[in-house]
């Protein structure tokens, strides 16, 4: 990929992103973006989040392999203030956002 596409996709990408988490009930987790019209579900918010990422890369056309550049899609804020209410260790991102998904409002991508 040229230099200028990859420009052009990372200014394209946005840097946040609403979302509304709601609680599958099969198990697991869904959610959608506010600003653009993608969605995802996960068995782990792990997982969600994962699947969410590479859906706004599509959304984008942009191509997966770009993720590990240019950064995942994480509630970024809402697990620096889990981070502070724990001790962090060995936490993994599901048993960091454990208790109420649906606070999670924003994604921020990540590198």
């Given at each position: 990929?040229?230099?200028?596409?990859k420009l052009l996709?990372?200014?394209?990408?946005?840097?946040?992103?609403?979302?509304?988490?709601?609680k599958a009930e099969?198990?697991?987790?869904?959610?959608?973006?506010?600003?653009?019209?993608?969605?995802?579900?996960?068995?782990?918010?792990?997982?969600?989040?994962?699947?969410?990422?590479?859906?706004?890369?599509?959304?984008?056309?942009?191509?997966?392999?770009?993720?590990?550049?240019?950064?995942?899609?994480?509630?970024?804020?809402?697990?620096?203030a889990r981070f502070?209410?724990?001790?962090?260790?060995?936490?993994?991102?599901?048993?960091?956002?454990?208790?109420?998904?649906?606070?999670?409002?924003?994604?921020?991508?990540?590198?």
């Open positions: 990929m040229n230099k200028e596409r996709l990372r200014a394209l990408l946005p840097e946040k992103l609403s979302i509304e988490l709601h099969e198990g697991g987790y869904w959610a959608k973006t506010i600003e653009i019209s993608c969605s995802a579900q996960g068995e782990t918010l792990s997982e969600l989040f994962d699947v969410l990422t590479k859906a706004v890369y599509a959304y984008f056309d942009a191509p997966e392999e770009l993720i590990s550049e240019f950064g995942s899609y994480l509630p970024v804020e809402t697990v620096r502070k209410e724990q001790k962090p260790s060995r936490y993994t991102l599901d048993d960091i956002l454990r208790g109420n998904p649906e606070n999670i409002k924003d994604l921020q991508r990540i590198s």
